[in-house]
T-cell receptor, first 114, second 112 residues
Framework: AQSVSQHNHHVILSEAASLELGCNYS??????LFWYVQYPGQHLQLLLK??????LVKGIKGFEAEFIKSKFSFNLRKPSVQWSDTAEYFC????????????FGKGTTLSVSS | DGGITQSPKYLFRKEGQNVTLSCEQN?????MYWYRQDPGQGLRLIYY???????QKGDIAEGYSVSREKKESFPLTVTSAQKNPTAFYLC???????????FGQGTRLTVV
């Protein structure tokens, strides 16, 4: 069975600091990978996705993520965070196998102080 | 306006009562999902359905039931057998398999 692990439960940064949130997955086959964000009081939104091709994917609001197949990782990065990036971030995996569903990690809460 | 509608936004029930959460979509997406979100637990999959009249159990299906009689609708019933039903419930859809999910606003269920 597939699974997703997010290493950091809570990250606290000052504005303009760089961000990297870890995500590792467990699945031996082909995967599609996603990062979602949940701002306080809002519904989950897609930040970025990886299906195939260039392993460095860019998303909305200056976020990017790199797929490293050999490490089963899909870490999220942003060079300079803003106070408005305060939110909960979820990594998710969809295994390219018929009948499977989207699986999420436990999430990382990011708090950015101004 | 295309989207996913979950209702109600807040729901209170007495212990021992069954309760049904509504999820309707007009995106014409094939697959629909129910997740439960608890602090520190992320999103855990309850049930999902990839076609009408068919659904599969997720990781935490015990105490829940679903139906998929129409493409647009995927209601979730939280039964009295669910030991800890108080949570935030999210409905999602995907256009096909392996693609990104779109989420509703969620229903916060409190059982007292």
């Amino acid at each position: 069975a597939q699974s997703v692990s997010q290493h950091n439960h809570h990250v606290i940064l000052s504005e303009a600091a760089s961000l990297e949130l870890g995500c590792n997955y467990s699945y031996g086959g082909t995967v599609n990978l996603f990062w979602y964000v949940q701002y306080p009081g809002q519904h989950l939104q897609l930040l970025l996705k990886y299906f195939s091709g260039d392993p460095l994917v860019k998303g909305i609001k200056g976020f990017e993520a790199e797929f490293i197949k050999s490490k089963f990782s899909f870490n999220l990065r942003k060079p300079s965070v803003q106070w408005s990036d305060t939110a909960e971030y979820f990594c998710a995996l969809a295994a390219n196998q018929a009948g499977t569903a989207l699986i999420f990690g436990k999430g990382t809460t990011l708090s950015v102080s101004s | 306006d295309g989207g996913i509608t979950q209702s109600p936004k807040y729901l209170f029930r007495k212990e021992g009562q069954n309760v049904t959460l509504s999820c309707e979509q007009n995106l014409n997406h094939d697959a629909m999902y129910w997740y439960r979100q608890d602090p520190g637990q992320g999103l855990r999959l309850i049930y999902y359905s990839q076609i009408v009249n068919d659904f599969q159990k997720g990781d935490i299906a015990e105490g829940y039931s679903v139906s998929r009689e129409k493409k647009e609708s995927f209601p979730l019933t939280v039964t009295s057998a669910q030991k800890n039903p108080t949570a935030f419930y999210l409905c999602a859809t995907t256009k096909g398999e392996y693609t990104e999910a779109f989420f509703g606003q969620g229903t916060r269920l409190t059982v007292v």
